[in-house]
C-alpha cells in the first residue's frame, strides 16, 4: 500500500510518552467504558495530542453517535466553542451541557463567519474527498480524520483509498440493498404523488456509498494540502499497566491530520 507524508508535523515519540501519562488519567473518567464501534483509547490519544497542540477556538464535530468524542472535545479544550453535528442524534449516550447539537448535515451548514482557528473533527463515515472539497469551501484548513482506512478495509472512501487509486466498493448485505430499495422507493412515491416534495437524496447516498477508481482523486487532493500526518500507532510504545483489553489497545485506523491551503 502507497503510503504519504507531507510536511508533518515534528512531534516527538518523548512528547508523546508525557503526553500519555497525563491522559490516561483523563481516560479513566470516560462516560463509555466499553465503546464498541466508536473511539478507542488510541484515537482518542491521538484526538486529545492534537487538539492540545492546536488549541483552536472552535470545533467542529462531524459524527457524534453515542458522544464519547464529544466528551473528549470538552474536556481537552474546555475553553473552546463545540458544534456537533449528525444527523441521528438519537443515538446519543453522552449528552454535553456545553456542546451545541445539530441535525443539519455539515455540507448545509451556515459557515459563512467562522474564526480562523477552526478545526473540523470528522468521523461521520462520508467520502473523504466531498468533505475535504466542503472544508475548502469554508475556509477551514485544520481538518482530522477519525478513520482514515486502507485499502480494502472501512465503509467508506477515504483518503488512503485515493492515495492508492483504488476507489471504494461498498460490500452489502441483501437485507440492507433492500432496505435502501425502499427507502428509495418511498422517496420516489412521496415525489411522484407530492410535486413540490423534495426528493431526499442523502437518505440514499448515505446507504450506497460507492466510489470508482480515479486517479484525478490524489492530484486534487496534493495540490491543496499543505500538511498531510497520519497520527502514528502508539501501541508498542503504550505503558503496559494499562488495564485495558488487548483490543481497545490495538484498535487503530490511521487517524490523520491535515490542513489545507
Aim: with cysteine.
Amino acid at each position: 500500500m502507497k503510503t504519504f507524508k507531507k510536511n508533518p508535523p515534528q512531534w516527538e515519540k518523548s512528547e508523546i510518552l508525557k503526553e500519555i501519562e497525563i491522559f490516561k488519567n483523563l481516560y479513566e473518567q470516560r462516560p463509555l467504558k466499553n465503546n464498541i464501534h466508536g473511539m478507542r483509547f488510541q484515537h482518542m490519544f491521538a484526538t486529545y495530542f492534537i487538539l492540545k497542540k492546536f488549541k483552536p477556538s472552535f470545533v467542529i464535530e462531524s459524527g457524534v453517535y453515542r458522544g464519547q468524542s464529544t466528551w473528549l472535545i470538552e474536556n481537552t479544550l474546555p475553553n473552546s466553542k463545540i458544534l456537533s453535528i449528525d444527523i441521528d442524534l438519537s443515538q446519543r449516550v453522552y449528552i454535553s451541557k456545553k456542546a451545541e447539537y445539530s441535525n443539519i448535515d455539515f455540507k448545509d451548514q451556515n459557515f459563512s463567519n467562522l474564526p480562523d482557528d477552526t478545526l473540523v473533527f470528522l468521523d461521520d463515515h462520508v467520502n473523504h474527498y466531498e468533505r475535504l472539497k466542503q472544508a475548502k469551501f469554508f475556509n477551514i484548513k485544520k481538518i482530522i480524520l477519525e478513520d482514515n482506512y486502507p485499502i480494502e478495509k472501512g465503509d467508506f472512501y477515504t483518503i488512503n483509498h485515493a492515495i492508492n487509486n483504488k476507489g471504494f466498493n461498498h460490500s452489502y448485505t441483501k437485507s440492507s440493498l433492500f432496505k435502501t430499495f425502499l427507502i428509495f422507493l418511498n422517496e420516489f412515491i412521496k415525489k411522484f404523488f407530492f410535486k413540490k416534495y423534495f426528493f431526499k437524496l442523502d437518505k440514499i447516498k448515505s446507504r450506497l456509498r460507492d466510489c470508482p477508481p480515479n486517479e484525478n482523486d490524489f492530484k486534487n487532493i496534493e495540490k491543496n494540502i499543505k500538511c498531510y500526518s497520519e497520527f502514528p500507532n502508539i501501541y508498542n510504545i503504550i505503558n503496559q499497566n494499562l488495564e485495558l483489553s488487548k483490543e481497545e489497545l490495538e484498535s487503530y485506523n490511521h487517524l490523520t491530520y491535515i490542513e489545507l491551503y
